[in-house]
Nanobody, 123 residues
Framework: QVQLVESGGGSVQAGGSLTLSCASS????????MGWFRQAPGKKREGVAT????????YWDDSVKGRFTISRDNAKKIVYLQMNSLKPEDTAMYYCAASRSYCPGDPDMYNYWGQGTQVTVSS
């Protein structure tokens, strides 16, 4: 059974940094698109950033461009989300997901999900 396990969340003050990690048990990992999504209370889950096995990236949320960086280590089967200059509006549950095909921004198109890691940014 495929497992995705996120780690690295926590509480931080505005302007701080966190690095999220997601370890995967999926086979043929490099063929999967990996994505980070987030869901704030009362809001829909939305795409943050995605990365193909080749390393090509897409940032779906304009508010994170220049502050967040997605990367992956195919040998270790880990995807990262480096988050800098964090803002209170970044507060959410962050989820890692895997897609067998391309890298859609729609969370409904993803095959596997982690359980999430909470990020809380205080002002």
């Amino acid at each position: 059974q495929v497992q995705l396990v996120e780690s690295g969340g926590g509480s931080v003050q505005a302007g701080g940094s966190l690095t999220l990690s997601c370890a995967s048990s999926v086979m043929y990992y490099s063929t999967y698109c990996m994505g980070w999504f987030r869901q704030a209370p009362g809001k829909k889950r939305e795409g943050v950033a995605t990365i193909l096995g080749s390393g090509s990236t897409t940032y779906w949320d304009d508010s994170v461009k220049g502050r967040f960086t997605i990367s992956r280590d195919n040998a270790k089967k880990i995807v990262y989300l480096q988050m800098n200059s964090l803002k209170p509006e970044d507060t959410a549950m962050y989820y890692c997901a895997a897609s067998r095909s391309y890298c859609p921004g729609d969370p409904d198109m993803y095959n596997y999900w982690g359980q999430g890691t909470q990020v809380t940014v205080s002002s």
